[in-house]
């Protein structure tokens, strides 16, 4: 059938032989001025109709349509025809099935309208119901319904057999659809989906797992396939390009195998899944496999999460404070303590800061944990000082902590409560992360300061806390951290490292404590050479129960 040069059907006929292509569904569109209609290959590929050149749709179409819903079909094709369908149309019905049976189909129109806004093309997309329900209808991939399907029958098989299952997540593609918008999004993936099939050796197929999540099945499969597999993964990657700007998207991986890490479907999937949380959190664009400790130890992370979660909704109550002495360093003599946080674990075990601290901080539960150790360490302080009564307390303080808004507040209200000098109490900032903004710490800690409260910074000579930093950060005191004090004997290096630090703080106006002292003979040079203000150490006492470190006070 020749059509005119010009018609609007003849204008998309490329576009819409490509679309065809690369779809799972059937397309047809119609010409509203002539009925001509443009019915994709597949029509005819599955459904028995005599022809798929026609101008009349609608008697082509119905006589395939059952006779119950054929009265759906001609309603939809009134509503659209009246050209004032602003939204598309969406029909179900069945469809005789070149195999004679009826299947389920939707059929779905929008209307496309000239600069009057007349209705010039209805364009029409079917989709049998049992496709859909196995293939993605963005990506036109077998879904995580066939996935499963397929890697039971494979774990299932032959005894003997092996592989591995690979999932592949698209790093930050919401990024795409936000920047881009979601039509974009999709066009994105049919592509990434496109390209790695490309990559991939032909016997292994790319299943959409979900909207951002691909998987493959890879029999007898040995890691360095999988990382060369991956590796043109990445490359594809690099390649989905917006018209105007080159936008990346990269990917990561999680890999599991069959039958060494798990043999039944379900468990190899998530361990896969895993491995790819895992990359992800190693900073994403990379592959790892399943470990099986790395899980284990994950797993009580998260098991530990939700009992600490527990916990502080009972109010803290499987937490307390140890405190370790600080004392003088000229004579030795107690000046106060350092609160240190312990958890009982659930069987009654005490478990150190270093194995929990970090997972509070990183989901901020740190904040109602460090309000209930403020409280407890200021009462504790406030009963001390009823035997000494310039007693120090130091609190720990991590970042985290002064990024929310309640907190000074919060601490001013407990130093009025208790009736406490805030001259007593000293916080001292720990933070093994970076930091990243010191003018917003020391406006913090400005307050802090106004209110009488000292600061000290924590672990000196470590991580975020170095010489550089004594210039942009306003605090009363420098603890050294124990890594410099282990060997200070033995080390010239640390000796002298010590012995300058200590000058130089003192230069400026600032306390030196010392942490980690563990024998005489380093407390003794730290004393006589180095002229530290503070000790604090196994060697003038271990962290201590509230009840055990009273009976200092009470001497
Ligand atoms: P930190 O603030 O540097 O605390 C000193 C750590 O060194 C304590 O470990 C203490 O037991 C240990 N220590 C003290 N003297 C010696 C010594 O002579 N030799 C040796 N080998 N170790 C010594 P701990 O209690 O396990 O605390 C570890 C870290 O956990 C603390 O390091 C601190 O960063 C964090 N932390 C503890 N309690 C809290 C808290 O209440 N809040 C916050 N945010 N962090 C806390
Ligand atoms: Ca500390
Ligand atoms: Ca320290």
């Known amino acids: 059938m020749s059509m005119n040069e010009n018609s609007p059907l003849n204008k998309i006929r490329t576009y819409f032989n490509a679309l065809q292509n690369s779809a799972e569904e059937y397309l047809f569109v119609v010409d509203v001025n002539t009925g001509e209609v443009l019915m994709s290959d597949n029509f005819m590929r599955d459904?028995?109709?005599?022809?798929?050149e026609t101008d009349d749709l609608d008697s082509l179409i119905l006589p395939f349509i059952h006779h119950e819903d054929r009265e759906i079909y001609e309603n939809a094709m009134n509503e659209i025809d009246k050209g004032n369908a602003s939204k598309d149309v969406s029909c179900d019905f069945r469809l005789l099935h070149k195999s004679g049976d009826y299947g389920w189909v939707n059929l779905s129109m929008a209307a496309g309208k000239d600069e009057f806004g007349q209705p010039i093309l209805i364009s029409g997309v079917v989709t049998r119901m049992d496709v859909k329900l196995r293939a993605d209808h963005i990506t036109g991939l077998l879904n995580r319904?066939?996935?499963?399907?397929?890697?039971?029958?494979?774990?299932?098989?032959?005894?003997?057999?092996?592989g591995a299952v690979v999932v592949v997540g698209l790093d930050n593609f919401h990024v795409i659809n936000e920047t881009y918008g979601h039509h974009f999004g999709d066009i994105a993936l049919r592509q990434i989906a496109q390209?790695?099939?490309?990559?991939?050796?032909?016997?292994?197929?790319?299943?959409?797992?979900?909207?951002?999540?691909?998987?493959?099945?890879?029999?007898d499969a040995m890691p360095e396939e999988i990382e060369i597999i991956f590796s043109s993964v990445q490359l594809c990657m690099r390649e989905i390009r917006n018209v105007e700007d080159t936008i990346y998207c990269?990917?990561?991986?999680?890999?599991?195998?069959?039958?060494?890490?798990?043999?039944d479907s379900v468990t190899i999937v998530r361990y896969a899944e895993v491995a790819l949380e895992i990359a992800r959190k190693k900073g994403r664009d990379q592959i790892c496999f399943f470990v099986k400790e790395t899980y284990d130890r994950w797993r009580y992370d998260i098991g530990m999460q939700n009992l600490m979660q527990n916990c502080i909704a009972r109010g803290c109550e499987d937490f307390f404070?140890?405190?370790?002495?600080?004392?003088?360093?000229?004579?030795?003599?107690?000046?106060?303590?350092?609160?240190?946080?312990?958890?009982?674990?659930?069987?009654?075990s005490v478990v150190a800061p270093m194995q929990f601290i970090p997972m509070l901080e990183k989901s901020r539960m740190i904040i109602?944990?460090?309000?209930?150790?403020?409280?407890?360490?200021?009462?504790?302080?406030?009963?001390?000082?009823?035997?000494?009564?310039?007693?120090?307390?130091?609190?720990?303080?991590?970042?985290?902590?002064?990024?929310?808004?309640?907190?000074?507040?919060f601490v001013k209200d407990c130093i009025e409560r208790h009736e406490i000098d805030p001259t007593t109490i000293t916080f001292e900032l720990t933070e093994s992360q970076s930091v990243y903004d010191w003018e917003f710490v020391n406006k913090q800690f400005a307050d802090f300061h106004n209110l009488g409260i000292k600061?000290?910074?924590?672990?000196?000579?470590?991580?975020?806390?170095?010489?550089?930093?004594?210039?942009?950060?306003?605090?009363?005191?420098?603890?050294?951290?124990?890594?410099?004090?282990?060997?200070?004997?033995?080390?010239?290096?640390?000796?002298?490292l010590v012995k300058y630090t200590v000058m130089l703080c003192h230069s400026i106006g600032m306390e030196v404590c010392i942490e980690g002292v563990e024998e005489e003979d380093a407390y003794i040079f730290l004393r006589d050479e180095c002229k530290a203000d503070y000790i604090q150490g196994f060697f003038f006492g271990y962290p201590e129960m509230e009840n055990v470190f009273v009976r200092r006070l009470k001497k």
């Open 250 to 263: 990269t990917a990561s991986a999680g890999a599991a195998f069959y039958p060494t890490d798990a043999n």
């Open 455 to 496: 600061i000290a910074m924590d672990d000196f000579g470590t991580g975020y806390s170095s010489l550089g930093f004594l210039k942009n950060f306003t605090c009363n005191v420098i603890k050294i951290d124990r890594v410099f004090i282990e060997d200070i004997l033995k080390n010239d290096f640390d000796k002298n």
């Open 321 to 348: 404070l140890c405190y370790q002495p600080q004392v003088d360093a000229k004579d030795g003599r107690l000046i106060g303590a350092e609160a240190l946080l312990r958890w009982y674990d659930k069987d009654g």
């Open 368 to 409: 109602p944990v460090g309000h209930w150790i403020i409280e407890n360490a200021v009462t504790t302080a406030k009963k001390w000082q009823k035997y000494m009564p310039d007693f120090q307390m130091s609190i720990n303080i991590s970042l985290y902590q002064l990024e929310e808004h309640m907190f000074f507040p």
């Open 145 to 162: 319904h066939s996935f499963d399907v397929a890697l039971e029958a494979e774990v299932t098989g032959a005894p003997g057999i092996h």
């Open 47 to 52: 459904f028995s109709f005599p022809s798929n």
């Open 195 to 219: 390209n790695i099939t490309n990559i991939l050796p032909p016997d292994i197929k790319l299943y959409k797992l979900d909207s951002d999540m691909f998987g493959m099945i890879i029999p």
